[in-house]
């Protein structure tokens, strides 16, 4: 069974290595599943059926569900390849638990890493034939890339030469040659010329039939709107979701700070124990912008395999490869390492957490927003903009969203102090006094370079 699932993986990588051969690289450019996007897409937003425009964003739209469709099918199919042989046929770090790491979850976890090249190195590949396997999905996800970046720059030239031909025969029309000029030798070359460059145009059509969805005028603004709004709705999304945890992360902190040593013969949860550990190394660097002050454990689990002491004193620069310490541990959290009744806190508690986690859901929310007012503004309008430019207020929203993101900072540095609920309020009064100064700002310049009448 374990085999089959595997076996089901790599079809599913095959399949689409195989599309994406086709819609690239073949002579007819024709894939099975880009095929079924493109035409889906085609209609469901075909002219009739939505609102004015919606057509021209088949195209970009297909791009994108197609490349997307790629890679979650590659990252599927080899998590498919792995899922069976977890957790024996992985190492993983001293900080992860094999058996609680061993779901379909993690299995895709540990595709999407390969895929894009990340090399995180918690969780690798042991198994003599995994460790080929794993390789060469990393090459898949780089060819993808290269494909997905060749495709977009592929089919821009296709769309120019259709938009200089339309132009050609516009300007041949409105000279309007006479039947007697056409068969001299003069007209002969301009229809030997301009059928040529109907033969390109229509190999154009075949080599890249999603061209036949895009319109050049607007295919840029579409494209990147398209995929600006894709991007700004994702960005809620996880800010979203990152607002919803804060609660819980709350919880966590109020439970820390309550906890007390467990006592003997007591369950560990929820309480301070003591777990001894050997120091496999320490790193100190005194560097002026980032400071690195970390002790490297090697212990039973859940003993964190490196902890953030936060400073060198009391106890890390004394600690030597091979000592043996303390380490106080609260759930997954070690607050405190002690040895020789020399005691030092360390940063990793979950104290803070709330509020960095709010003042990060804020940041995301701010950029999401504007990413995805920027996106359907683009998109929607897009033959509006392709003629006229962008509004000049996309620009002024633009500022405004870069100062509100800037405005987490001093708000979450306030947080930490008073609590989440003080990051929103104190962010939502720095956002609106930067927004006042934005618009006060762009205000004077408009008055500064308006025409006086004479």
């Known amino acids: 069974m374990d085999w089959l699932v595997t076996l089901t993986g790599a079809a599913m990588v095959l399949i689409i290595l195989r599309d994406l051969f086709h819609t690239l690289w073949h002579p007819t450019r024709h894939g099975g599943l880009s095929r079924i996007v493109m035409t889906g897409l085609w209609r469901l937003l075909s002219p009739g059926r939505t609102v004015r425009g919606a057509a021209g964003l088949v195209g970009p739209l297909g791009m994108v569900g197609v490349v997307v469709m790629w890679a979650s099918g590659v990252a599927a199919g080899?998590?498919?390849?792995?899922?069976?042989?977890?957790?024996?046929?992985?190492?993983?770090?001293?900080?992860?638990?094999?058996?609680?790491?061993?779901?379909?979850?993690?299995a895709l976890y540990i595709s999407l890493v390969i895929v894009a090249t990340l090399g995180l190195g918690d969780i690798a590949p042991e198994e003599g034939w995994l460790r080929v396997v794993a390789p060469l999905e990393a090459l898949v996800g780089f060819a993808l890339l290269t494909a997905t970046v060749s495709w977009i720059l592929g089919i821009y030239p296709a769309l120019a030469r259709r938009r200089a031909l339309a132009l050609r025969i516009r300007h041949l029309r409105r000279a309007g040659l006479t039947p007697q000029q056409l068969d001299a030798d003069a007209g002969a070359a301009v229809l030997d010329g301009l059928a040529g460059e109907i033969a390109r145009v229509c190999v154009d059509f075949t080599q890249y039939p999603e061209s036949y969805r895009l319109r050049l005028r607007t295919a840029w603004h579409r494209t990147w709107g398209t995929v600006t709004a894709l991007l700004g709705l994702a960005l809620v999304l996880v800010s979203g979701i990152a607002l919803a945890s804060v609660p819980s992360f709350m919880d966590d902190e109020r439970a820390f700070r309550a906890a007390a040593p467990c006592p003997a013969g007591a369950p560990a949860d929820g309480c301070l124990r003591a777990v001894t550990a050997t120091v496999r190394g320490t790193v100190i660097r005194e560097e002026v912008k980032t400071p690195t002050y970390t002790l490297k454990l090697s212990g039973p689990h859940p003993v964190p395999a490196e902890v953030d002491m936060g400073g060198p004193e009391p106890l890390l620069e004394s600690l030597r490869p091979g000592d043996t310490v303390a380490v106080t541990l609260w759930r997954d959290y070690a607050p405190t390492v002690s040895r020789n009744g020399v005691a030092q806190a360390t940063n990793d508690t979950p104290v803070g957490e709330p509020q960095f986690v709010t003042a990060f859901a804020l940041g995301m929310l701010s950029a999401g927003l504007f990413a995805l007012h920027a996106g359907v503004t683009a998109s929607v309008r897009a033959r509006r903009h392709a003629v006229r430019g962008l509004p000049a207020s996309l620009a002024t929203r633009g500022k405004q969203a870069l100062a509100a993101v800037l405005c987490v900072i001093p708000a979450g540095m306030v947080g930490t102090v008073a609590g989440p609920l003080w990051v929103v309020l104190l962010w939502a009064v720095l956002v609106g006094l930067a927004w006042f100064l934005v618009e006060r700002l762009e205000a004077r310049s408009r008055g500064r370079h308006a025409r006086v009448p004479g």
């Open 78 to 106: 080899w998590a498919l390849i792995y899922w069976p042989h977890l957790p024996e046929g992985f190492a993983f770090s001293s900080s992860l638990d094999p058996a609680e790491h061993s779901g379909p979850v993690d």
